[in-house]
């Protein structure tokens, strides 16, 4: 096989707009000049979006804004980081025709990652590539590859952590995935490991350079040229980003506007989607999928909400999946069958208001089926027990880490207790994670039917696979106030030490307990 030759060097630490401007001009550039280029760098602190994320989903703006910590959004997808100094970055361009046609944006990611890792290896660090694009040492994340592809060119950007200052992450970073370990739960902490952690297995960043190099030019058959661009060091913040969906700029969390949401957690990373309606309830006005996916082409989800805009509801999973049908996308991790439960989770709100709440009320449940079609009101008509949890109750109260409830009145807990108690649910106070993983193996084990709870929504993102696992359909109420996500206390309220306040929404919780019969032996 002939091989064509890439620049490649190395250029030192700047700002995060800076960088994105680079990447988008080399991306351009090695087009134009027919030509591959790999540049090492380094950011000033920053926040890099996932190019198809929402804002508000991924990082605490007033953190970021506070703290001086500039927002971009890069070319990939992927969710979103914490770029700092101690992260060496890479970004390797080249024109999309110097490819096979196999190279989907799939096989191509995985194939880059694998030369990472390869590379690592060879210099005594044991990573392995984690689908779909991290890469891990023991189970702990040591760095990430992702991948933009058009019908011009190819970007594979990649980070390696020399070092991390988790409690900056932690803050700048809305819900940094935990990953399921086979010794249990990985915190966010707990998640990372660096190559400083690795001790004598940590390679020079020179060496480690060297390495990464070799490794990909040998996997796209490139030969390396120790030759920058001519001026590359006047590259600049001047470039304009490229055009981004306004629906991702919005506040998606602003209880005035009347829209319908949904999020799926996929095996490719976290689907949403916000609907917006008309007045009357019957057609969709316009539709913004997000997430901290990878697609290609980079415009997948703005043709699919191009084919929801103007449809009728009953009509939207025809038109979404007749797109889906005439798209030649790539979506790993996901597929039209997700996509299309997305889209119903979206319109089920419509259901849900039917409870009598508001769009923002229903847009906080969060309903858990077991299959495709259960309502959030037949789930309701079958639970018997209700979780609360210990977050919610006062920190002063002696029955904080108690399961159970003087009911004195003094906070929406005691209120939730006499809800339940009045229709019979037996009411269980979840402690700490593995009580909650206890509590639902041992409903399991005696057929509880469903059953009705509170917790935040990155709790719910974050340990899906415990609620999955449970096999029981379940109606969940978004809480809000402090949460331990939004403190980066999420190690403490693991381990049920969390000592700030959440708040249950009384409203919501009477509206939705009105839907819960009494059982048959209440009094």
């Given at each position: 096989m002939s091989t064509r030759p890439c620049r490649v060097w190395s250029e030192p630490t700047a700002p995060g707009s800076v960088q994105a401007a680079r990447d988008r001009l080399h991306l351009e550039g090695c087009v134009a000049a027919d030509e591959a280029r790999l540049r090492?760098?380094?950011?000033?602190?920053?926040?890099?979006?996932?190019?198809?994320?929402?804002?508000?989903?991924?990082?605490?703006?007033?953190?970021?804004a506070d703290a001086g910590i500039p927002v971009v959004r890069r070319l990939t997808g992927g969710g979103?980081?914490?770029?700092?100094?101690?992260?060496?970055?890479?970004?390797?361009?080249?024109?999309?025709?110097?490819?096979?046609?196999?190279?989907?944006l799939t096989a191509l990611m995985a194939r880059l990652n694998r030369a990472l890792a390869?590379?690592?290896?060879?210099?005594?660090v044991p990573a392995r590539t984690a689908f779909?694009?991290?890469l891990e040492v023991d189970g702990r994340k040591l760095g990430s590859g992702f991948l933009a592809m058009d019908?011009?060119?190819?970007?594979?950007?990649?980070?390696?952590?020399?070092?991390?200052?988790t409690e900056v992450l932690l803050k700048v970073l809305r819900a940094p995935r935990e990953k399921l370990s086979s010794q249990g739960i990985l915190s966010a902490r707990q998640r990372f490991i660096t190559l400083q952690e690795l001790s004598d297995a940590a390679p020079h960043m020179e060496a480690a350079k060297a390495a990464v190099t070799e490794a990909l030019m040998k996997e796209l058959a490139l030969e390396p040229v120790a030759a920058p661009p001519d001026r590359w060091m006047a590259l600049d913040q001047g470039r304009s980003p490229p055009a981004v969906d306004p629906g991702l700029l919005e506040d998606w969390s602003?209880?005035?506007?009347?829209?319908?949401?949904?999020?799926?957690?996929?095996?490719?990373?976290?689907?949403?989607?916000?609907?917006?309606?008309?007045?009357?309830?019957?057609v969709i006005e316009k539709a913004v999928f997000a997430g901290a996916v990878h697609v290609s082409p980079p415009d997948l989800f703005r043709s699919l909400a191009d084919a929801l805009t103007g449809a009728p509801l009953d009509a939207a999973e025809v038109r979404l999946i007749r797109r889906l049908r005439t798209e030649a996308g790539q979506t790993p991790?996901?597929?039209?069958?997700?996509?299309?439960?997305?889209?119903?989770?979206?319109?089920?709100?419509?259901?849900?208001?039917?409870l009598g709440l508001s769009n923002w009320q229903a847009n906080r449940l969060m309903v858990h089926r077991v299959t495709g079609n259960e309502t959030a009101r037949q789930i309701l008509?079958?639970?018997?027990?209700?979780?609360?949890?210990?977050?919610?109750?006062?920190?002063?109260?002696?029955?904080?880490?108690?399961?159970?409830?003087?009911?004195?009145?003094?906070?929406?807990?005691?209120?939730?207790?006499?809800?339940?108690?009045?229709?019979?649910?037996?009411?269980?106070?979840?402690?700490?994670y593995e009580h909650l993983c206890d509590v639902l193996e041992q409903m399991r084990a005696r057929g509880v039917p469903a059953y009705v709870g509170m917790c935040c929504r990155h709790f719910y993102l974050k340990r899906i696979h415990a609620f999955r696992h449970a096999g029981m359909p379940a109606v969940l109420m978004d809480i809000s106030g402090s949460n331990c996500y939004e403190l980066g206390q999420e190690d403490e309220a693991y381990e049920g030490r969390f000592t700030a306040e959440a708040q249950l929404d009384g409203e919501l919780l009477e509206k939705v307990m009105v839907w819960v019969p009494k059982l048959p032996d209440s009094s």
């Open positions: 090492f760098h380094r950011y000033q602190p920053t926040a890099s979006l996932g190019r198809f994320e929402a804002v508000c989903q991924a990082v605490r703006e007033d953190y970021c979103a980081l914490y770029l700092a100094p101690e992260q060496c970055c890479l970004s390797l361009s080249l024109p999309r025709h110097w490819l096979g046609e196999g190279d989907t390869r590379a690592l290896q060879s210099l005594g779909p694009n991290d019908a011009e060119a190819v970007l594979y950007q990649a980070v390696l952590l020399e070092d991390l200052d602003d209880q005035h506007q009347d829209h319908w949401e949904a999020f799926l957690s996929t095996a490719g990373g976290v689907l949403n989607l916000r609907l917006t309606p008309d007045a009357e309830g019957r991790g996901f597929g039209p069958d997700e996509l299309s439960l997305l889209l119903r989770l979206a319109l089920g709100r419509r259901s849900e208001q039917a008509d079958r639970a018997t027990v209700m979780l609360v949890p210990y977050c919610a109750k006062p920190a002063w109260c002696r029955w904080r880490h108690e399961d159970g409830c003087p009911e004195c009145g003094a906070c929406e807990v005691g209120e939730a207790y006499r809800l339940a108690r009045e229709r019979g649910l037996e009411v269980v106070t979840i402690t700490q």
